[in-house]
Each structure stands twice: as structure tokens, then as C-alpha cells.
């Protein structure tokens, strides 16, 4: 069958290569028409009740969207600093779009029984509005540290002119010439828009430069190691130039699909060059060799894409639809690799490779590595897969679900830097909403007293650094008026007309955007200390408390959605785990027909798997909606050592061949750890990502294949002496 596989590529070289360079265009082609998709909405959970509840609150109260910005002053006086900050906000509030302008300088001072508009800061009123900021506690914009002065400007853009808005003000603030940090929802999805591009245009050249050195160092030459690379690099292409003609989006979850490609894809295309040389220096011809290559690996390297694209598909378990998109695009971009390892890798061969043959080629000793594991097998391999259970068991119960808009970002990255500046100065960066509704008139004081008591609380505890609420406003505005002897929420509905009055006389853009009295509904605007699922439990845990029939709350805000993400990820990553491993195992069956062996090829995954988990449990590496693919790249590609091995047995075996599971080990110790070297350091090209997980996976993928390798080339072989050493040689397994 491989001989006449062989024969009609040879024959038909001419179409094949057609073929190949047509799918290669088309492909280009199809590179052009990607589109690039930043929203956060991507980490949200499908039929989510948090997104939906958040949607229903902007619908009420307008867009939620806001730009930060934190000046540094250029001035060493507080009034002067005002000054520059004031010519500031007003430019700022002139831009079209704009809705409303938080800044430095409060709209009006109280002056009497009524207010006094701000006009202009100079010497004649400067320090008056210094004394007025001063009793605005934490509604001030304006801050005093040991640097300097910093102004916090917060600018609410109207939905349709977000983009405009966020442009012009950084114009606006460039030209000041002053320091400044800016954060935001808007301005943490643009930049990860150039990390995106980032990654592409950096990461996949890294994976391969990677898999270059590791592969020639196997394989000997560069030529073949460039061969062994080929299919993979094809499917990659081939892969996204398919999402750009479905015209599919490239987010920060499914930009890993040509470094998942190409560092996965290229395992076969190792191993197929790898025993293709072996052929070679034994003396037999181009054809012949690559035919005895396809008899010993083909089925194994159509198992080994079978696996690692079933591992993939397993993540459409996950209810986020780019873990979907990522699962659909690397399982075709891993099958894509390889049909070109198969087809289009021999036909190469036979087109352009001449290749020099080693006919009479000593039998090489045995290096560090190999013998290490020689060494480990036996009673060894059982005694550490033993200990690598019993040590990382434990970790298992210390795993964490903690992704947030914050610790996505890697802490050298600007955007990081700006978010922690911004929160050490303001002492808030990231808001999250509470919205109340009540049966009765929300001013009511005995109704404002339960949201004033839940403010106190969150900010006395460890969880929220400040909050803003029309009743705080209302109080702050109280004592000042009428002073420190009236400080609080007024008790009269007189004196709470009267400063509602002034409000929506001053302010009506804030009032509304924060209280719809005739539906009893209003919203508060708080700043969590952290944005850890430990802290918003807390959050929501103190709004039950306070909730009753007179007055319900309820936390609303993107990082309670991406908080109910990770809620649903363990049970989610779990039925992942037994998809993969199932189908796993089922393709094992199929192919080897013998359900002992399919069994104890799969064991090995186990044991990755317990350690892959334990080590993230240890290290505090946070189970998320990235890393959870750890557990199907552990499944999928880690399968693939042991399957290129109980194949290799079972060929063997059949023919009556003594020492089959040590031949089997022979042929293919060095391809499995080459290419687990190769993997590893692959993904080793995430360290050059902004993005922290992506960093996670690099350090995971060390673990997983050191421990997939090293159990399957040791533990396996162990497990196969046993169990089939009293057969009679006569009767295939």
C-alpha cells in the first residue's frame, strides 16, 4: 500500500506540486481579509446573566464607558497646579461627544445658600477651591503627594463617539507636555490590539527559530530539519488564511493558533524525517525509504494528529466562544499539518531532496540522556510515577480561578504600569458598579442611610479603597453648606430638594448618569482595592446582607462577567478532561485493536496531567480560560509519545521480535525527546508576549512535556515488559 502510495505521488508529481502552490496562494490571499477583535466581551461566558444584567444597566443609565487619565502637574504650587489642570478640563469638556468631565476642579463651590460656577482659577480664588476640595474626601480628583500635585480627569464619552473622544483627549493632553497615565476599559483594548500584533508578528518566527536549532541538533543538517518544519509552517499558513476567508476574528485567545500550529504540528514532520534518514543510511533507496517510513510511522502520525486534534475539539466544552473559535481553528491548523506531513512532505522529498546516505554507520553510544532513562526504567520509572502522584495530589486542591483585567497584563507592560500609577495616586483604577432599586423615593433618608452604611462598610474593609454615590455627593454638599455641625445625609426633604436642585442645575450629566428617582433605581460607583474573585465574593456577599424588601443592590461591571467565567471553568475544564482522554482513548482502541494496550497507553496522560495541575496549584498560576488548554495540549500532544511507542512495540511484537518494547524505545528516544525539547522551547517564544498567561503557558509546557516524555519513554516501556512478556510470541496483540 505504501509502495503504491509512493508511486502515484511520483507519477503525479507535477498536479501534487500545482496543488501545494495553489493552496499556498489562496491561503495569502485569505491572510489579508483577518480582522483583529479586542473587546473583553470575548473572556464573557456564553448566555451569561452577569453580561446581560450589565447590558440592561446601560440601557437605564447610558454607556458605562470611561477614560482616566492622571496628569502630574508641571507646577510646584497647589494653585498654579489648578490653574494648568483647569485650561485642562475645559478642553477636555469642549470635545464633541463628550457627556461629562470629572476633574481636578468641582463645577461650582458652594458660596452661602447657593453656588458659585467656576470660571477661572487664579490667586482670587484659588485657595478657597483648595479649601472646598479638602472636605470633598473621597470624591476629590485632585491629589497631593511627595512628587507633586496630580489631577484625575474622568471623561464620560457618549457611546458612538468613544473612539473620537479617547484620541482627541490624548491630543489634547500631549500637547500639555506633562506626564500623564491613562486607563479605562477603551484604552486596555486598544493596547492589547498592538499586542495582538505583537504576537503575531513576533512568536510564531521565535517558535520556529526555536524548533530550528532543537530539530537540526536531531536531525543533523539544516535541510532536513527545514523539511521537518515545512508541514507545520504550511498548516499554520493554510490555517489562517482559512479563518481570514470565513472571515473569522483574531482575538487574544485564538492569535495562539499559528504558534499552537506550528510548534505542535511539527512533531510529525520530525518524527517522519527522522526515520526517513534512519532508512537512508541503511543503505535504501529515496522510495523505498520513504515507503518503509510511512509502513513504521504513517498510522502512528494520522493517531498522533487524530489526538492532539481531539484534545483541541475538547475545549468546545468551555462556554466562551474564542476557546471555541481556538479549539475549531488548531484542531484544523494541527490536522492541516498533517495531510502536507503526509502528502505533501514525501512528494518535497522526492521533487528537491538529494540526500547523503551513511551506508555503513557505526552504532553510536548511548548519550547522557538516553541512558538516564534507561537507567529509570523498571522498578525506577514505577517508584517516581509513584512520587510524582503522591508529591502533586496535594496541588490539586490549591488551584485558583483569578483571571482579571489587571493581572492579564504582564507588570513591565505599560498599560500595567499606568493602571497601578493611577491606583496608588487615585487609590482606584478599575470601577465596578452597585445599582439599588427600591419600592420608594430612593432620596429618602431613611433609604439613603442603607447605602451610605454599605459605602462605610466596603471601604473600612480591605475590599473597596473608594466609592461615589448621589447620597455622598448630597452629604459632602451638606456640610459644606451649612457646616461640620450638619455633616451627613440630610434629614428633611427640604434640604434634599435644595441640593438636588443644585445638582441637575450644575450637574444634571452626573445626577442622571447615577439616580432615576422616578423608578426608584440608582447606581454607585465603587474602586476595589484588587479585582480578585476573593474580593468580589466579598463584594457581593455585603450587598445580600444589606438587601431587604425596602431596598435591593446588586454588583454589576465587566470584571463580575470575566468573575463568572472563571466560576464556571473548573466544572467546565472537568468534562473537557474526560472529552479529551474518551476520545483519546477510543482513537487508541480503534487503531491498535486491543484494549490492554490502548489502556496502558494512555496512562501515562494521567500522570501529566496530576503533575500539570499540581504544579499550577503550587506555583498559584491561576486555572483560566487560557491556561485551561494546557490540560488538552497535555492530553492531545502528550498521548502522541506514547502512541509513536506502543505502536512501534506493537509492529514489532506482531513479527515475532524479541525486546520489543527496548527496540521500540531505540527507534524513537530520540524523536520524542527532541521533540519534546523542541515543544517546550516552541512555546518558550510566549515569554516575548506582554500577556501574562501566556507566559503561564510557556512555564506549563515545560512541565508537561518533561513529564510526558520522560513517563512515556520510561514508566511505558516498564508497563509493556510486564504485561506482555508471558505471551506466546505466536498470537498477535
Known sequence: MYKNFIQLLSRNKKWFLLLFVVFNIISLIGLFRITINTDFALFM??????????????????SSQQLLFLIKSDQDKDVDSLEV???????LSEIEGVKLVNGPIPPVIPSGLTVEKIQNVDESNGKRIIEYISKMGSLKSFYQKEDGYYGLFTILPDEEYVDAVAQKAVSIIDKTGMAYYKSGEYYLQSSIFDYILRILLLIPPFALFFLLFIFTWKLGDIKSTFLSLLPAGIGALWTMGFLGWLSLDLSVITVLTPVFTIVMGS?????????????????????????????KVGWPMILTTLTTAAGFLSLLIIQSEPMRQLAFAASIGISLAGIATWIFLPLICLIFGTFKQKHKRPKEPDDPITKLLKKSMGKGSVILTLFLFAAFIPGLFLIKTDLNMINLYKPSTEIRKNMEKIETVSEGAIPIFIEYSTPDDPLNPDIAQVVLAL?????????????????????????????????????????????????????PEQFNSMLIRDEGIGRMVVFPNNLSNKTLTFIEETLETHSSERITFKALGMPFIMKEMNDRIIPDQMSSILLAVGLVFILMFITLKNIKLALIGIMPIGVTLITLFGFMGYTGIELSIVTCTMASITIGVGIDYSIHLTSLFKYYYDRKVKNAADLAFDYVQKPVMANALGLALGLSSLLFSPLQFHTYLSMLMWVTMIISSFVSLTFLPTLLKKSFRDQDDSRNI
Open 45 to 62: 461566558p456564553k448566555n451569561s446573566q452577569a453580561l446581560t444584567e450589565y447590558e440592561e444597566m446601560i440601557k437605564r443609565f447610558g
Open 267 to 295: 512533531a510529525d514532520g520530525l518524527h517522519f524525517m527522522s526515520h526517513f534518514k534512519d532508512e537512508l543510511n541503511s543503505g535504501k533507496d529515496k522510495k523505498t525509504s520513504l515507503a518503509l517510513t510511512l509502513e
Open 455 to 507: 459605602e462605610e462598610q466596603l471601604k473600612t474593609s480591605d475590599a473597596v479603597s473608594k466609592s461615589l454615590s448621589t447620597y455622598e455627593i448630597i452629604s459632602t454638599m451638606n456640610q459644606v453648606i451649612f457646616g461640620a455641625h450638619y455633616s451627613g445625609y440630610p434629614q428633611n426633604m427640604a434640604r434634599i430638594s435644595l441640593m438636588v436642585a443644585m445638582m441637575q442645575s450644575n450637574q
Open 85 to 91: 489642570f483647569f485650561l485642562v478640563q475645559q478642553a
